[in-house]
């Protein structure tokens, strides 16, 4: 083993031997894959404040309304009975992250991943922004409180907290939409106590996240970059070193690696890259930056280190497809696919009737009759008038009020009766057939039963 080579590590690179915590200062980064990340993570807090406000026939763009069991996404609208589309949809997407990992390693992670655009894009910024880079962080962190240290923290953290208070009440506008959002702020604090408590609690674990726990979300938390042990192959790309390129480094023989430290210096997890492949490298490209910086001062190519494989590294081998990667691909176009016509071909309404629980027949001089509960869900955009019939037996319908129609979007729930001749009841329970109709046009049927005597 060389004096390069690390020996096996069992905790993260930022625990101590104690197991305590090694804060990160990492040196701010600068470079054309940081400009890139730096246009794509604007772009998504673009869109991620902006959904909520951005609308379709009306609807939000995405809505997550747990509570009425509501989920509109681009659009579409998802009710409690689409359970089974929805869970096609998290599949499909579950299925494209895994393909994307096989072939793409942790391009998530480093590019997408909210936790990071907010810790490296917003957070850190406005700390490099206040303290300075690594080296005065550090010394400002180790030395005494004075006044200038008291202004600086203060000012940092008070502002990390107005963003944590900021990014709770957008995520909770994609929850309860914004017109709801807006209606709570504007009404005294007293009338919404326990939700003001909420939005606090939750704005204080990002605070605490963003401020204090940091990579340690990433490095101890999350279970993704310990999935990569079983979804990475020779062939995935990465943000990789080229050992054989680099190697013997310092300036000693033929390698081109300086050993300067410079891609540990800006690394936000603390990683020395040259190690391999690790849990806590989130292929942010912090390190390709900061080596093509020295490798161009020194007169040597860049992309000592770059996105790569392994295998093209040690063979030249560039191609990143195999059987597993068409493996997934197929199944995951499958059930995409399967998923595109379940929600186009699905019901344009979606009815449930069941008998009032706790009541039994009533019995009339020629007819018997029971109570029911109806709801009717609208999966379209338009108004619909509705009429609902029996079309099994002879009978009557008597509805609790007189209107049937159902907004776009919307659900319709009342209680009927239906009566039904006493000759036409031979049993205890028969089944029965209505039909829901609009404008004339039968919509959907709904079997369930009757009881008598």
């Not at 949809?89 to 990071?116: D, E, H, K, N």
């Not at 030249?316 to 059930?335: D, E, Q």
């Not at 706790?358 to 001089?365: A, C, H």
Request: charged share 20%; net charge positive.
């Amino acid at each position: 083993m060389t004096e390069h080579e690390i020996t096996f590590r069992d905790k993260p690179i930022n625990l101590n031997e104690r197991g305590g915590r090694k804060w990160v200062y990492a040196k701010k980064p600068s470079g054309k894959w940081w400009k890139r990340r730096t246009i794509v993570a604007w772009l998504l807090v673009a869109f991620w404040v902006a959904v909520p406000f951005v609308r379709i026939n009306g609807n939000p763009l995405i809505l997550l309304d747990i509570a009425n069991r509501k989920f509109i996404i681009f659009g579409a609208i998802f009710w409690a009975q689409d359970t089974f589309i929805l869970a096609l949809l998290m599949l499909s997407f579950v299925l494209f992250i895994v393909l994307f990992t096989v072939t793409y390693g942790r391009l998530w992670c480093g590019w997408a991943c909210p936790q990071t655009i907010f810790l490296e894009m917003i957070f850190r910024r406005i700390e490099f922004l206040i303290e300075g880079d690594y080296r005065e962080r550090h010394k400002l962190d180790n030395s005494p409180w004075t006044g200038q240290k008291i202004f600086k923290k203060t000012l940092k953290h008070g502002i990390f907290i107005l963003i944590s208070v900021a990014m709770t009440n957008v995520f909770l506008m994609w929850f309860i939409g914004s017109e709801r959002w807006i209606q709570l702020i504007t009404e005294p604090i007293s009338e919404n106590l326990g939700g003001f408590a909420v939005m606090l609690l939750i704005s204080g674990v990002f605070y605490w996240i963003y401020s204090f726990f940091r990579e340690q979300i990433c490095t101890m938390v999350c279970p993704y970059g310990r999935m990569q042990g079983v979804l990475l192959d020779s062939k995935s790309i990465m943000v990789a070193y080229d050992y054989v390129r680099g190697e013997p480094r310092g300036g000693r023989g033929s390698g081109d690696c300086t050993d300067c430290k410079q891609c540990i210096s800006v690394c936000p997890t603390g990683i020395d890259i040259r190690n391999g492949t690790q849990l806590e490298c989130i292929n942010c490209t912090a390190c390709i930056d900061q080596c093509n910086k020295i490798m161009k001062v020194i007169g040597k190519p860049q992309g000592l280190i770059r996105y790569t494989s392994e295998a093209a590294i040690k063979g030249g081998h560039p191609s990143v497809w195999n059987a597993r990667n068409r493996a997934y691909t197929v199944v995951l176009f499958i059930i995409f696919s399967f998923f595109v016509f379940t929600l186009v071909s699905r019901p344009e309404i979606e009815t449930t009737i069941l008998r009032t629980p706790g009541l039994i027949y009533q019995e009339q001089d020629s007819t018997y009759s029971n109570v029911y509960n109806i709801k009717i869900v609208n999966k379209t955009h338009e108004e619909m008038p509705l009429e609902l019939r029996l079309l099994s037996h002879k009978g009557k319908i008597q509805m609790a009020g007189n209107s049937m129609e159902i907004k776009d979007q919307d659900k319709f729930e009342s209680t009927f009766l239906v009566y039904i001749p006493k000759q036409e009841i031979t049993s205890d329970k028969t089944e029965i057939e209505f039909g829901i109709f609009s404008n004339g046009n039968l919509m959907e049927t709904y079997h369930t039963t009757f009881v008598g005597p």
